[in-house]
């Protein structure tokens, strides 16, 4: 029976998860207007992008270093206010190489909250014993869509109001849920071998570091570039632009609502399976989209389909580490940048040198292989019931 300190140290989680969702949809439903700004072609957007997951990269690895000793809560107080700064910077940056500045504190930042919070996450479902992660994941998804409508809503303000405006309610949510957050000793709740020697196999956790590598290939095409789609390929209007975006993270959010509920019934294993086929005709519907309409819905499709998988990845990595040192998650977690570097620089390249309707054709394959990798979700010892 969860007891009062743990529905505090949930109710923060959820906080936390929907701040970093504002950020992270606060600068990315911006990447056509930052190219209009300043002038970047397909190839130079698609390396200034590489920016971003590159250094969150490095920034979860420090993250996970970092947690190992001081914990993941004070993590999360120290940077995630500082990506909402950095998303502001973005916005005010008067110049490319102003641009690369603020980006690379973004991505440093980004990387080590997208640790930290799966940490909270997973430290929050082992203490009410059953699936909760995706509920999480759900509020993410809810701030994203309420920045990209924002986004949608506001086209017409300057740039720099646009970003900075949401940051301020970023700001006051991370100081808000920073204090009630799980302490290092609520996250590391058994003491083994694991958690003396921070030593852990690679081997069960391949399958879902490779499907989330896949899934953020599929993610980062549709984050960097459903908004240059829409503008450049079907000639969307400003307010239109960052509807397909908002379409991906509102059919995220709806299936992840009851996420928790179908993982308990039918096991992640299955539902990881259903969620590649339908990830797999989302982005074929995008690929063969003939007009704004069909492409929005198309991209609502891969958000049906991709919605499932990063936090099963989590949940499995977390049972896979019973001691709670966060190594699994933080390692997972590291294919998250990896698949957004994959698919910022395939995407992009096949877009340089062709189309960027036929460069949706990538993440259209790498989803279909997650159906294969989904067998590696079932668990290997029994959850909590």
């Known amino acids: 029976m969860p007891t009062p300190r743990d529905r505090e140290a949930r109710i923060a989680t959820f906080v936390v998860y929907a701040v970093q969702g504002l950020s992270f949809i606060t600068l990315l439903a911006q990447v056509a207007s930052l190219q209009t700004k300043h002038g970047l072609d397909e190839g130079a957007l698609t390396i200034l992008l590489l920016i971003v997951p590159l250094f969150a990269g490095v920034g979860s690895v420090a993250a996970g270093a970092f947690a190992a000793r001081k914990g993941s809560k004070l993590l999360l107080r120290v940077t995630q206010p500082l990506v909402a700064v950095a998303v502001v910077l973005v916005g005010l940056a008067p110049n490319v190489p102003a641009l690369v500045v603020a980006n690379l504190l973004f991505g440093l930042g980004l990387g080590a909250v997208d640790a930290g919070i799966n940490m909270q996450g997973v430290a929050v479902e082992r203490k009410y014993g059953r699936a909760v992660l995706n509920g999480f994941h759900c509020m993410w998804s809810v701030f994203s869509t309420a920045g990209a409508l924002w986004a949608s809503a506001g086209s017409s303000l300057p740039l720099p109001v646009i970003m900075a405006a949401p940051m301020v309610l970023a700001v006051a949510g991370s100081l ?59 000639l969307s209007s400003p307010a239109v632009i960052p509807l397909a975006y908002a379409a991906y993270q509102a059919t995220t959010l709806l299936v992840r609502l009851g996420g928790d509920v179908a993982v308990r019934r039918y096991g992640p294993a299955a539902i990881v399976r259903i969620g590649g086929v339908i990830a797999t005709l989302g982005f074929l519907g995008i690929v063969l989209a003939p007009n704004q309409p069909l492409a929005i819905v198309a991209f609502g499709l891969t958000g049906v389909g991709l919605s499932v998988i990063a936090p099963q990845s989590f949940s499995a990595a977390g049972r896979l580490d019973p001691a709670g040192t966060g190594v699994a998650i933080a390692r997972v977690n590291l294919f998250n940048y990896v698949g957004f570097i994959v698919g910022a620089a395939l995407v992009g390249g096949i877009a340089d040198a062709a189309d960027l309707q036929v460069a949706f054709a990538a993440p259209l394959v790498l989803s279909a292989v997650i159906i294969v990798l989904a067998r590696g979700f079932e668990p290997a010892v029994k959850a909590p019931a």
């Open 176 to 234: 808000y849920a920073g204090p009630r957050l799980c302490t290092i000793e609520e996250e590391k709740v058994e003491a083994t071998a694991v958690a003396a020697t921070g030593k852990f196999p690679w081997r069960p956790i391949v399958p879902l570091c490779l499907a989330m590598a896949f899934l953020y290939v599929g993610d980062a095409s549709v984050s960097n570039f459903s908004t240059v789609y829409m503008k450049n390929i079907l």
